[in-house]
Protein backbone atom coordinates (compact mmCIF):
# COMPACT_ATOMS: atom_id res chain seq x y z
CA UNK A 1 0.00 0.00 0.00
CA UNK A 2 1.31 3.33 -1.02
CA UNK A 3 0.12 6.82 0.33
CA UNK A 4 0.78 10.01 -0.72
CA UNK A 5 0.55 13.05 1.85
CA UNK A 6 0.04 16.71 0.82
CA UNK A 7 1.57 19.64 3.15
CA UNK A 8 -0.97 20.27 5.29
CA UNK A 9 -1.23 21.70 9.05
CA UNK A 10 -3.39 19.15 10.93
CA UNK A 11 -5.59 20.48 13.98
CA UNK A 12 -8.33 19.07 16.30
CA UNK A 13 -8.40 16.30 19.11
CA UNK A 14 -7.88 12.80 18.90
CA UNK A 15 -7.50 9.73 20.93
CA UNK A 16 -3.99 8.21 21.73
CA UNK A 17 -4.44 4.47 20.67
CA UNK A 18 -4.37 2.20 23.37
CA UNK A 19 -0.86 0.96 24.53
CA UNK A 20 0.35 -2.14 22.50
CA UNK A 21 2.80 -2.50 25.22
CA UNK A 22 0.32 -2.71 28.11
CA UNK A 23 -2.17 -4.99 26.06
CA UNK A 24 0.51 -7.27 25.64
CA UNK A 25 0.80 -7.63 29.19
CA UNK A 26 -2.88 -7.34 29.95
CA UNK A 27 -4.31 -10.43 27.78
CA UNK A 28 -1.23 -12.73 28.84
CA UNK A 29 -1.67 -12.08 32.42
CA UNK A 30 -5.45 -12.64 31.62
CA UNK A 31 -4.72 -15.60 29.68
CA UNK A 32 -2.61 -17.21 33.06
CA UNK A 33 -5.56 -16.59 35.28
CA UNK A 34 -8.19 -19.45 36.70
CA UNK A 35 -11.04 -17.42 35.78
CA UNK A 36 -12.69 -15.42 33.10
CA UNK A 37 -11.36 -11.79 32.85
CA UNK A 38 -12.03 -8.73 30.49
CA UNK A 39 -9.89 -6.82 29.03
CA UNK A 40 -11.51 -3.61 27.77
CA UNK A 41 -9.74 -0.94 25.17
CA UNK A 42 -7.77 -3.16 22.65
CA UNK A 43 -6.43 -2.52 19.54
CA UNK A 44 -6.47 -5.41 17.18
CA UNK A 45 -2.87 -4.12 15.63
CA UNK A 46 -0.78 -7.39 14.07
CA UNK A 47 1.19 -7.84 17.60
CA UNK A 48 -1.72 -7.79 19.52
CA UNK A 49 -3.05 -10.61 17.16
CA UNK A 50 -0.21 -12.29 17.53
CA UNK A 51 -0.01 -12.87 21.21
CA UNK A 52 -3.80 -13.71 21.23
CA UNK A 53 -2.83 -16.46 18.32
CA UNK A 54 -0.11 -17.73 20.92
CA UNK A 55 -1.64 -18.02 24.00
CA UNK A 56 -4.85 -19.40 22.26
CA UNK A 57 -2.11 -22.50 21.10
CA UNK A 58 -1.28 -22.53 24.83
CA UNK A 59 -5.20 -22.78 25.71
CA UNK A 60 -6.29 -20.32 26.66
CA UNK A 61 -9.31 -19.13 25.05
CA UNK A 62 -10.33 -15.11 23.40
CA UNK A 63 -13.96 -13.79 22.52
CA UNK A 64 -13.79 -10.20 21.26
CA UNK A 65 -16.82 -7.75 21.45
CA UNK A 66 -15.63 -4.23 19.76
CA UNK A 67 -12.65 -3.61 21.61
CA UNK A 68 -13.08 -5.43 24.73
CA UNK A 69 -11.24 -8.74 24.99
CA UNK A 70 -12.73 -11.46 27.25
CA UNK A 71 -10.18 -14.39 28.45
CA UNK A 72 -10.59 -17.45 29.65
CA UNK A 73 -7.80 -18.89 31.27
CA UNK A 74 -8.44 -22.27 32.53
CA UNK A 75 -7.18 -24.09 29.80
CA UNK A 76 -3.69 -22.82 29.70
CA UNK A 77 -0.85 -24.95 29.42
CA UNK A 78 -3.56 -27.67 28.66
CA UNK A 79 -3.68 -26.76 24.70
CA UNK A 80 -2.14 -28.98 22.23
CA UNK A 81 -0.93 -25.89 19.93
CA UNK A 82 2.45 -26.49 19.02
CA UNK A 83 3.25 -23.84 16.52
CA UNK A 84 3.07 -20.32 17.97
CA UNK A 85 3.13 -17.68 14.95
CA UNK A 86 4.39 -14.53 16.32
CA UNK A 87 3.85 -12.67 12.68
CA UNK A 88 6.33 -9.80 13.01
CA UNK A 89 6.02 -9.01 16.74
CA UNK A 90 9.07 -8.72 19.22
CA UNK A 91 7.20 -8.51 21.99
CA UNK A 92 5.34 -11.80 21.71
CA UNK A 93 8.19 -14.24 20.94
CA UNK A 94 10.32 -12.78 24.00
CA UNK A 95 7.20 -12.43 26.56
CA UNK A 96 6.44 -15.88 25.66
CA UNK A 97 9.61 -18.06 24.24
CA UNK A 98 10.23 -18.69 28.46
CA UNK A 99 6.67 -19.66 28.71
CA UNK A 100 7.00 -22.42 26.06
CA UNK A 101 10.02 -23.55 28.39
CA UNK A 102 7.14 -25.03 31.11
CA UNK A 103 5.50 -27.04 29.14
CA UNK A 104 8.05 -29.62 29.05
CA UNK A 105 7.28 -30.34 25.42
CA UNK A 106 8.48 -28.85 22.15
CA UNK A 107 7.36 -26.07 21.04
CA UNK A 108 8.04 -24.16 18.02
CA UNK A 109 7.42 -20.24 16.94
CA UNK A 110 7.54 -19.15 14.17
CA UNK A 111 7.88 -15.44 12.46
CA UNK A 112 8.14 -13.25 9.34
CA UNK A 113 10.17 -10.03 8.03
CA UNK A 114 13.58 -10.14 10.48
CA UNK A 115 12.01 -11.26 13.31
CA UNK A 116 13.98 -14.28 13.33
CA UNK A 117 17.55 -12.94 12.50
CA UNK A 118 16.87 -10.64 15.81
CA UNK A 119 18.74 -11.74 18.71
CA UNK A 120 18.13 -14.00 20.70
CA UNK A 121 21.05 -14.88 22.56
CA UNK A 122 19.83 -14.23 26.28
CA UNK A 123 17.16 -17.35 25.73
CA UNK A 124 19.61 -19.62 24.27
CA UNK A 125 22.24 -19.13 26.27
CA UNK A 126 19.78 -19.74 29.22
CA UNK A 127 18.80 -23.15 27.24
CA UNK A 128 22.29 -24.23 26.97
CA UNK A 129 23.21 -23.82 30.81
CA UNK A 130 19.94 -25.55 31.91
CA UNK A 131 20.18 -28.45 29.35
CA UNK A 132 16.98 -27.22 27.26
CA UNK A 133 16.24 -27.91 23.63
CA UNK A 134 16.86 -24.54 21.56
CA UNK A 135 17.11 -25.19 17.54
CA UNK A 136 17.07 -22.35 15.38
CA UNK A 137 15.52 -23.46 11.62
CA UNK A 138 14.82 -20.94 8.91
CA UNK A 139 12.15 -18.64 9.98
CA UNK A 140 11.43 -20.67 13.42
CA UNK A 141 13.04 -21.06 16.95
CA UNK A 142 11.64 -24.43 19.09
CA UNK A 143 12.67 -24.97 22.40
CA UNK A 144 11.33 -27.44 24.65
CA UNK A 145 12.06 -27.68 28.55
CA UNK A 146 10.99 -27.21 31.98
CA UNK A 147 11.78 -24.01 33.30
CA UNK A 148 11.18 -24.48 37.45
CA UNK A 149 11.78 -21.35 39.87
CA UNK A 150 15.34 -20.42 41.05
CA UNK A 151 17.76 -17.49 40.72
CA UNK A 152 18.83 -16.14 37.22
CA UNK A 153 20.54 -13.22 35.83
CA UNK A 154 20.33 -11.51 33.08
CA UNK A 155 21.52 -8.67 30.96
CA UNK A 156 20.33 -5.17 31.41
CA UNK A 157 21.52 -3.74 28.34
CA UNK A 158 19.23 -5.84 25.82
CA UNK A 159 15.90 -5.70 25.53
CA UNK A 160 13.84 -5.75 28.49
CA UNK A 161 11.26 -7.92 26.88
CA UNK A 162 13.66 -10.66 27.80
CA UNK A 163 13.68 -9.97 31.54
CA UNK A 164 9.97 -9.40 31.58
CA UNK A 165 9.51 -12.97 29.47
CA UNK A 166 11.24 -14.67 32.72
CA UNK A 167 9.40 -12.73 35.04
CA UNK A 168 6.14 -13.74 33.54
CA UNK A 169 6.94 -17.04 33.37
CA UNK A 170 8.96 -18.05 37.02
CA UNK A 171 5.50 -16.38 38.24
CA UNK A 172 3.36 -19.38 36.99
CA UNK A 173 6.26 -22.06 39.07
CA UNK A 174 5.66 -23.46 42.43
CA UNK A 175 8.76 -21.95 44.00
CA UNK A 176 10.45 -18.40 44.57
CA UNK A 177 12.59 -16.41 42.04
CA UNK A 178 14.93 -14.21 42.00
CA UNK A 179 16.43 -12.46 38.54
CA UNK A 180 19.35 -10.54 39.22
CA UNK A 181 20.02 -7.15 36.48
CA UNK A 182 23.53 -7.05 35.54
CA UNK A 183 23.99 -3.43 34.61
CA UNK A 184 23.87 -1.09 32.60
CA UNK A 185 20.05 -1.36 33.44
CA UNK A 186 17.84 -0.05 30.19
CA UNK A 187 14.13 0.49 29.69
CA UNK A 188 13.33 -0.01 33.36
CA UNK A 189 10.32 1.47 32.58
CA UNK A 190 8.93 -0.97 30.57
CA UNK A 191 9.83 -3.86 33.21
CA UNK A 192 8.24 -1.89 35.80
CA UNK A 193 4.59 -2.33 33.42
CA UNK A 194 5.30 -6.04 33.47
CA UNK A 195 4.79 -5.63 37.66
CA UNK A 196 2.01 -3.43 37.10
CA UNK A 197 0.11 -6.09 35.12
CA UNK A 198 1.29 -8.55 37.25
CA UNK A 199 -0.60 -6.58 40.21
CA UNK A 200 -3.38 -6.76 38.61
CA UNK A 201 -3.52 -10.28 38.61
CA UNK A 202 -3.23 -10.56 42.46
CA UNK A 203 1.15 -11.88 41.65
CA UNK A 204 2.94 -9.22 43.62
CA UNK A 205 6.27 -9.34 41.71
CA UNK A 206 8.89 -6.59 42.87
CA UNK A 207 12.44 -4.98 43.40
CA UNK A 208 14.23 -5.72 46.21
CA UNK A 209 16.84 -3.59 45.05
CA UNK A 210 17.76 -1.43 41.96
CA UNK A 211 18.95 -4.48 40.13
CA UNK A 212 17.04 -7.58 41.68
CA UNK A 213 13.54 -8.55 41.23
CA UNK A 214 12.02 -11.05 43.73
CA UNK A 215 9.52 -13.34 42.19
CA UNK A 216 6.72 -15.08 44.54
CA UNK A 217 6.33 -18.86 43.59
CA UNK A 218 3.48 -21.06 44.04
CA UNK A 219 0.63 -18.33 44.09
CA UNK A 220 -2.52 -18.65 41.18
CA UNK A 221 -3.26 -15.75 38.58
CA UNK A 222 -6.66 -14.06 39.53
CA UNK A 223 -8.68 -13.06 36.86
CA UNK A 224 -9.37 -9.06 36.63
CA UNK A 225 -11.39 -6.40 34.68
CA UNK A 226 -10.00 -3.53 33.53
CA UNK A 227 -8.88 -0.64 30.46
CA UNK A 228 -6.02 -0.83 28.27
CA UNK A 229 -4.81 2.82 29.14
CA UNK A 230 -3.40 4.83 26.50
CA UNK A 231 -0.16 4.66 24.13
CA UNK A 232 2.71 7.29 24.21
CA UNK A 233 4.81 5.43 21.72
CA UNK A 234 2.02 6.02 19.21
CA UNK A 235 1.49 9.20 20.67
CA UNK A 236 4.38 10.85 19.74
CA UNK A 237 3.92 10.41 16.54
CA UNK A 238 0.45 12.42 16.38
CA UNK A 239 1.97 14.98 19.15
CA UNK A 240 5.07 15.18 16.47
CA UNK A 241 2.59 17.54 14.44
CA UNK A 242 2.58 19.90 16.46
CA UNK A 243 6.07 20.94 16.40
CA UNK A 244 5.68 22.02 12.68
CA UNK A 245 2.60 24.12 13.77
CA UNK A 246 0.13 22.24 13.83
CA UNK A 247 -2.57 22.30 16.84
CA UNK A 248 -3.24 18.32 17.33
CA UNK A 249 -4.43 17.33 21.04
CA UNK A 250 -4.06 14.11 21.88
CA UNK A 251 -6.49 12.52 24.54
CA UNK A 252 -6.93 9.57 26.67
CA UNK A 253 -3.21 9.50 28.22
CA UNK A 254 -2.86 8.54 31.66
CA UNK A 255 -0.54 11.56 33.46
CA UNK A 256 0.75 8.66 35.91
CA UNK A 257 1.61 6.09 33.47
CA UNK A 258 4.48 4.22 33.87
CA UNK A 259 5.09 3.96 30.03
CA UNK A 260 8.58 5.16 29.25
CA UNK A 261 7.96 6.50 26.09
CA UNK A 262 5.85 9.36 27.46
CA UNK A 263 9.83 11.22 27.84
CA UNK A 264 8.77 12.17 24.07
CA UNK A 265 7.19 15.56 25.86
CA UNK A 266 10.12 16.34 27.36
CA UNK A 267 12.57 15.92 24.14
CA UNK A 268 9.96 17.56 21.80
CA UNK A 269 10.78 21.27 23.35
CA UNK A 270 13.62 20.81 23.55
CA UNK A 271 13.94 19.88 20.04
CA UNK A 272 12.43 22.72 19.48
CA UNK A 273 14.34 25.64 20.89
CA UNK A 274 18.02 23.98 19.91
CA UNK A 275 19.98 20.99 19.24
CA UNK A 276 19.95 18.88 22.91
CA UNK A 277 22.11 15.85 23.04
CA UNK A 278 19.40 13.08 23.84
CA UNK A 279 20.34 9.82 25.38
CA UNK A 280 17.36 7.18 23.45
CA UNK A 281 18.76 3.88 25.55
CA UNK A 282 15.43 3.74 27.65
CA UNK A 283 13.27 4.97 24.71
CA UNK A 284 14.69 3.09 21.58
CA UNK A 285 11.13 3.04 20.17
CA UNK A 286 11.23 6.65 19.87
CA UNK A 287 14.16 6.83 17.85
CA UNK A 288 12.23 7.42 14.58
CA UNK A 289 9.95 10.44 15.54
CA UNK A 290 12.35 12.12 17.43
CA UNK A 291 15.26 11.62 14.17
CA UNK A 292 12.34 13.21 12.18
CA UNK A 293 11.37 16.22 14.71
CA UNK A 294 15.06 16.66 14.49
CA UNK A 295 15.17 16.85 11.28
CA UNK A 296 12.00 19.07 10.75
CA UNK A 297 13.66 21.95 13.68
CA UNK A 298 17.06 22.52 14.69
CA UNK A 299 19.21 19.00 14.79
CA UNK A 300 20.16 16.89 17.50
CA UNK A 301 22.92 14.43 18.85
CA UNK A 302 20.95 10.99 19.86
CA UNK A 303 22.95 8.33 21.97
CA UNK A 304 22.05 5.37 23.06
CA UNK A 305 21.28 3.75 19.09
CA UNK A 306 22.90 0.75 18.78
CA UNK A 307 19.54 -1.15 19.71
CA UNK A 308 17.86 0.64 17.09
CA UNK A 309 19.57 -1.95 14.28
CA UNK A 310 18.14 -4.98 15.76
CA UNK A 311 14.17 -3.60 15.42
CA UNK A 312 11.90 -4.38 12.42
CA UNK A 313 14.20 -2.68 10.18
CA UNK A 314 17.79 -1.25 11.11
CA UNK A 315 16.25 2.00 11.94
CA UNK A 316 18.64 4.16 12.86
CA UNK A 317 20.46 3.33 8.43
CA UNK A 318 16.46 3.22 7.22
CA UNK A 319 15.68 7.08 8.72
CA UNK A 320 18.94 7.86 7.20
CA UNK A 321 18.21 6.93 3.83
CA UNK A 322 15.02 8.50 3.62
CA UNK A 323 15.53 11.51 5.07
CA UNK A 324 18.43 11.92 2.55
CA UNK A 325 15.96 12.26 0.03
CA UNK A 326 14.52 14.98 1.80
CA UNK A 327 17.87 16.94 1.61
CA UNK A 328 18.81 15.36 5.17
CA UNK A 329 21.92 13.93 5.66
CA UNK A 330 22.73 11.95 9.22
CA UNK A 331 25.79 10.95 10.67
CA UNK A 332 25.42 7.41 12.18
CA UNK A 333 28.41 6.04 14.41
CA UNK A 334 28.09 2.59 16.47
CA UNK A 335 25.89 4.40 19.48
CA UNK A 336 25.00 7.94 18.58
CA UNK A 337 23.41 9.27 15.67
CA UNK A 338 23.75 13.11 14.60
CA UNK A 339 21.32 15.41 12.96
CA UNK A 340 23.34 18.72 12.09
CA UNK A 341 21.29 21.34 12.13
CA UNK A 342 21.33 23.86 9.47
CA UNK A 343 19.58 21.53 6.70
CA UNK A 344 16.93 22.64 4.44
CA UNK A 345 13.92 19.84 3.33
CA UNK A 346 12.28 19.68 -0.15
CA UNK A 347 9.82 17.20 -0.80
CA UNK A 348 11.82 13.60 -2.08
CA UNK A 349 11.95 13.34 -5.63
CA UNK A 350 12.23 9.22 -5.60
CA UNK A 351 9.54 7.53 -2.88
CA UNK A 352 9.87 7.00 0.34
CA UNK A 353 10.56 3.70 1.38
CA UNK A 354 8.76 2.07 4.80
CA UNK A 355 11.54 -0.29 5.17
CA UNK A 356 8.37 -2.93 6.75
CA UNK A 357 8.55 -0.54 9.73
CA UNK A 358 5.70 0.80 11.16
CA UNK A 359 7.70 3.49 13.17
CA UNK A 360 9.65 4.52 10.54
CA UNK A 361 6.81 4.73 8.00
CA UNK A 362 4.83 7.34 11.36
CA UNK A 363 8.07 9.05 11.18
CA UNK A 364 8.20 9.78 7.59
CA UNK A 365 4.63 10.91 7.13
CA UNK A 366 5.30 13.48 9.31
CA UNK A 367 8.62 14.78 7.47
CA UNK A 368 5.72 14.77 4.25
CA UNK A 369 3.31 16.52 5.99
CA UNK A 370 5.35 19.62 5.99
CA UNK A 371 6.84 18.71 2.47
CA UNK A 372 4.99 16.28 0.61
CA UNK A 373 5.46 12.85 -0.83
CA UNK A 374 4.72 9.35 -1.38
CA UNK A 375 5.37 6.26 1.46
CA UNK A 376 5.73 2.62 -0.14
CA UNK A 377 4.97 -0.02 2.32
CA UNK A 378 2.51 2.08 4.31
CA UNK A 379 0.73 -0.59 5.40
CA UNK A 380 3.31 -1.33 8.21
CA UNK A 381 1.61 0.75 10.54
CA UNK A 382 -1.23 -1.69 11.11
CA UNK A 383 1.51 -3.99 13.27
CA UNK A 384 0.99 -1.16 15.98
CA UNK A 385 -1.34 1.65 15.20
CA UNK A 386 -3.80 0.72 12.30
CA UNK A 387 -5.78 3.64 11.94
CA UNK A 388 -2.85 5.75 11.85
CA UNK A 389 -3.85 7.22 8.52
CA UNK A 390 -7.19 7.82 9.48
CA UNK A 391 -6.41 9.64 11.94
CA UNK A 392 -4.18 11.82 10.15
CA UNK A 393 -7.42 12.76 7.93
CA UNK A 394 -9.66 13.07 10.91
CA UNK A 395 -7.24 16.10 11.74
CA UNK A 396 -7.46 17.35 8.44
CA UNK A 397 -4.48 15.84 6.98
CA UNK A 398 -4.11 15.07 3.25
CA UNK A 399 -3.60 11.95 3.08
CA UNK A 400 -4.14 9.77 -0.34
CA UNK A 401 -4.26 5.77 -0.05
CA UNK A 402 -3.21 4.78 -3.41
Known amino acids: MNVRITPSLLHGTVQAPPSKSMAHRHLICAALADGISVVGGVDYSEDILATMDCMTAFGAKFTTDGSTVTVDGRGMFRGDGAIL ?43 REKGFSFTRAPGEITVCGNLTHGEYRIRGDI ?15 SGDSHIGILPPFESRSYVLLTISALEKAGIPVRFTDEYHIYI ?20 AFLDAFNCIGCDVRVGGLAADSLQGDRVYKEHYPALCAGAPVIDISDCPDLGPVLLAVAALKNGGVFT ?17 EELAKVGITLVCEENRITVPGGQVLHAPETIIDGHNDHRIVMAMAVVLSAVGGEIAGAEAVRKSYPGFFEDMECLSGKVEIL
Open 216 to 235: PGGLQFAPFSGDVEGDFSNA
Open 85 to 127: NCRESGSTLRFLLPMALCCGRPMTFRGKGRLMERPMDIYEDLC
Open 159 to 173: SSQFISGMILALATR
Open 304 to 320: GTARLAVKESDRGAAMA
